[in-house]
């Protein structure tokens, strides 16, 4: 999300804008959460395009729409890490490696038996299936971690100086 920012050293121009910079970190969050629910939307469409090609089984509104929904929820923490690593790293390689290694383990980490690994942000997207019992609860928890880390995000961002 924020590559092109470093590549083009926009950085200053952006920042001088008389916009807090909490502001820009907030919109950028945003704009990627917003991103997201246009990703859950195509999903929901594509998997009815797919149902009604080949079966004539009534449609489960109620999975097909809330599961891409709750996932998208619970993965609030992981576009908040994620936005800040790639705002305080100007290399995008790392950001990208941490992201792509966190969604591998994703699964992994949800099916542990131990609590505290359930805790990390990463096994919060496969804890709020359906599926699972107690799901609400992971997804109240990935919402809270999830504005927590916005937050602290965003006030990192204002007190930093960026070249």
């Known amino acids: 999300m ?3 920012e470093h590549e083009t050293k926009a ?3 952006l920042l001088a804008m008389p916009i807090p910079k909490g502001s820009i970190y907030l919109a950028n969050l945003l ?11 195509i999903t929901v469409v594509g998997m009815c395009i797919i149902w009604f090609l080949y079966t004539s089984e009534p449609l489960p509104w109620k999975i097909l729409i809330l599961q ?4 998208c929820l619970s993965s609030l923490p992981m576009m908040a890490i994620q ?15 941490i992201g792509i290694f966190g969604s591998i383990s994703s699964l992994f980490l949800a099916r542990s038996r131990s609590f505290i690994i359930h805790l990390l942000p990463w096994s919060y997207p496969a804890l709020s299936s359906q599926l699972i019992p107690g799901h609400v609860q992971w997804i109240w928890i990935s919402l809270g971690v999830g504005l927590l880390l916005s937050v602290l995000g965003a006030f990192m961002f204002a007190r930093r100086e960026f070249e």
């Not at 704009?31 to 939307?41: G, H, K, P, R, S």
Request: with cysteine; charged share 5%.
């Open 31 to 41: 704009w990627i959460f917003i991103l997201q629910l246009c990703t859950v939307a």
């Open 83 to 97: 936005l800040w690593f790639s705002t305080v790293f100007s290399n995008q390689a790392l950001p990208l490696a």
């Open 11 to 13: 950085w200053k121009q």
């Open 68 to 71: 891409p929904l709750f996932v």
């Open 2 to 4: 924020a590559g092109t």
